[in-house]
């Protein structure tokens, strides 16, 4: 089975800086994908950016980057120029890549998620 | 509307109680998700809904009664609770149900339940 760590409870950044979220992951697995979601005091989960295993580029949406290291299981999240409206709390996530007749294709995993501040 | 949306936000029930979660995507997806958000804990998968169909059941307690009647809509019938089912259950929605690329699951802003 597939686990998701975060080891960052909480985090604070400054407005406009640039703070990185840890997200490490246990998978013997070569084909899946990883996920970031964002969960604001509003609790509605937003999918803040994604990455295929396969792909050796890291993915960028925006501000939000990653930096995913196959190799070491590692899926970091880089957040340029925090704003306000970023603190929320974030939750990396994994899902197997394809299988007709394993349930696990079907379920995200998600990390114990880090509770994001950002300081005006 | 659009995307997922989940009626009530907030409920309050007692163990005796029998009460409804609604969750309808205007998405055009065909598998719906029920999760469980526990403070401290990470997001748990209770229920996978295929074409209206259950696929998995994640050895969720039969006080738990999922009902899916169409693509659109997802229920979650609740009766003779506990104090510890207090949570906020989350409902999502995909395209699909396998691992791919274009079946990411979308949101509902989620009912807190709390459980006297």
Not at chain 1, 4 to 33: G, I, K, N, R, W
Request: aromatic fraction near 12%; hydrophobic fraction near 30%; charged fraction near 15%.
């Amino acid at each position: 089975a597939q686990t998701v760590t975060q080891s960052q409870p909480e985090m604070s950044v400054q407005e406009a800086e640039t703070v990185t979220l840890s997200c490490t992951y246990d998978t013997s697995e070569s084909d899946y994908y990883l996920f970031w979601y964002k969960q604001p005091p509003s609790r509605q989960m937003i999918l803040v950016i994604r990455q295929e295993a396969y792909k050796q580029q890291n993915a960028t949406e925006n501000r939000f980057s990653v930096n995913f290291q196959k190799a070491a299981k590692s899926f970091s999240l880089k957040i340029s120029d925090s704003q306000l409206g970023d603190a929320a709390m974030y939750f990396c996530a994994y899902r197997s890549f394809y299988s007709p007749t394993s349930g696990s294709a079907r379920q995200l995993t998600f990390g114990s998620g880090t509770q994001l501040t950002v300081l005006p | 509307e659009t995307g997922v949306t989940q009626t009530p936000r907030h409920l309050v029930m007692g163990m005796t109680n029998k009460k409804s979660l609604k969750c309808e995507q205007h998405l055009g997806h065909n598998a719906m998700y029920w999760y469980k958000q526990s403070a401290k804990k990470p997001l748990e998968l209770m229920f996978v809904y295929s074409l209206e169909e259950r696929v998995e059941n994640n050895s969720v307690p039969s006080r738990f009664s999922p009902e899916c009647p169409n693509s659109s809509h997802l229920f979650l019938h609740l009766h003779t609770l506990q104090p510890e089912d207090s949570a906020l259950y989350l409902c999502a929605s995909s395209q699909g149900i396998a691992g791919g690329k274009y079946n990411e699951q979308f949101f509902g802003p989620g009912t807190r339940l709390t459980v006297l």
